[in-house]
DNA sequence: GGCTCTTATATGATATAAGCATATATATAA
DNA sequence: TTATATATATGCTTATATCATATAAGAGCC
């Protein structure tokens, strides 16, 4: 059994396809650049330790309809897939948020119930 | 793309792993009675849909030695493997708990960011 | 030019986990 | 005797995670 927070089965893989989504609606962004974007958010999460899983989750949001991409060359360097939210992926974070408002409840059911524990010893 | 919250993918392994740690940590269980404990905590979990991911599960949390087993012969009906949670399995649970502060902060970001987007719409 | 570093995207191979079906078995209720 | 609830467990297939590697542009250095 390995550890949590530690780069390595933090969330689920459902997870991280709405942080993306979340990060992508906030400001269009290539798949390098949503990487360290990811890391602001503090919490290690799963399958975006290697890059490859992120372009691999990225071309599922793609292919689902969620994303969009456009390649800029204007900035020199390695040619960039910027990805931008469509209305399908607007739409599916919206419905998506009533899972996440359950997730903080049942976090804090959980910490709660920690803290009872506790307690009792 | 798979829906959240349905059962599916809803969370990672680990914290399944964790949740099924604190309920045993509340009063020692067997298998089909931690199903529908599970259950009580509102969010579907992932492995747990079928019975069979979450014997799986525990038989991964009992051989990594989190938590002790005894068979229960006493009550009638088939054989019940009951699961306690060992001294092990106390200071994993307490070593994990940053982890779900960490993520409760991390899911209250995202609903602040989630809202904030919403009104620059 | 050749070397290394950072940025950038992507795939191959393998290990782990999830999801679905199924097997086994005891007791109770209809 | 048939069905239902309780109870544990494994086989198989697909999906996901992890690790390694391939490709390539530009920048800085010597």
Chains 1, 2 share one sequence.
């Not at 990060?23 to 330790?49: C, N, Q, W």
């Not at 990225?58 to 456009?70: H, K, P, R």
């Not at 997730?103 to 804090?108: C, F, G, R, V, Y």
């Amino acid at each position: 059994m390995r550890g949590f927070g530690r780069g390595t089965g933090a969330f689920g893989r459902r997870w991280v396809e709405l942080y993306l989504l979340l990060l992508i609606a906030e400001k269009p962004s290539h798949g390098y650049e949503l990487s360290t974007r990811l890391k602001d958010f503090g919490v290690m999460i799963p399958g975006i330790g290697q890059m490859g899983s992120l372009y691999r989750i990225l071309s599922t949001l793609e292919m689902s309809g969620l994303v969009a991409t456009d390649w800029d060359i204007s900035e020199g360097g390695p040619a960039r897939k910027v990805y931008k939210i469509t209305k399908e992926g607007l739409s599916f974070l919206e419905d998506a948020m009533e899972s996440v408002y359950a997730l903080k409840t049942n976090i804090e059911k959980f910490i709660e119930r920690y803290e009872a524990l506790k307690k009792r010893e």
